[in-house]
């Protein structure tokens, strides 16, 4: 399974436009990416997820550059509501098991 | 409406005693996880499951055991062996094949006293 490195914590203002980014090196042809977003003594809840190009939702957009090595969540105008801890995670849909490794996170703490 | 439903979501243990999380899930999906999160780190994988009556170990399964007889459940057990026991348990489920994602219960919050 392909290892993601992503910043451990940041901070914004309501608002603002976020962007965390992953880089993923070692990601795998068949490999999907994958954000999930977790509060506090909750489970992980999918935010987006993309293969290549710009994918976006109602929530957020993420964007992937051509060599697929890296990977950019954005948040539009983001409010208090939004601190919480994202995810990103690399696999393969068709990999025995699925199995998703979930490193740190971004703890991203966002102010009035 | 369909999800995952995990419970006790808070439970204590005393030293010594195993306890029994369960989970369950009406989404019909194929594979189902354990994960263990201890204060401010990552997820980490126990056991997961991909068909009934098969489940496979993950990173950290000792101390830990599992079934899964039914589709819809797999439960997972905290045996006396894993001395450090304390810490937020989620259970997860997801299509085997295509395009996926994790659908994560609540989650059960394990202490021993």
């Known amino acids: 399974l392909a290892k993601t490195t992503q910043p451990i914590s940041m901070d914004s203002y309501e608002g603002q436009e976020v962007n965390i980014t992953c880089s993923h090196n070692n990601i795998a042809t068949n490999d999907y990416i994958t954000w999930y977003q977790q509060f506090p003594s909750q489970g992980p809840r999918f935010i987006i997820q993309?293969?290549?190009t710009k994918v976006t939702n109602e929530v957020a957009s993420l964007f992937i550059p051509a060599d697929r090595k890296s990977s950019t969540l954005s948040l539009p105008r983001v409010s208090l509501s939004d601190t919480a801890v994202y995810y990103c995670l690399v696999g393969d849909s068709n990999n025995a098991g699925n199995m998703l490794t979930f490193g740190g996170g971004t703890r991203l703490m966002v102010k009035p | 409406d369909g999800g995952i439903t995990q419970s006790p979501k808070y439970l204590f243990r005393k030293e010594g005693q195993n306890v029994t999380l369960s989970c369950e899930q009406n989404l019909n999906h194929d594979a189902m996880y354990w994960y263990r999160q201890d204060p401010g780190q990552g997820l980490r994988l126990i056991y997961y499951s991909q068909i009934v009556n098969d489940f496979q170990k993950g990173d950290i399964a000792e101390g830990y055991s599992v079934s899964r007889e039914k589709k819809e459940s797999f439960p997972l057990t905290v045996t006396s062996a894993q001395k450090n026991p304390t810490a937020f348990y989620l259970c997860a489920s997801s299509i085997v094949s295509g395009t996926y994602g994790y659908t994560f219960g609540s989650g059960t919050r394990l202490t021993v006293v």
């Open positions: 993309g293969y290549k």
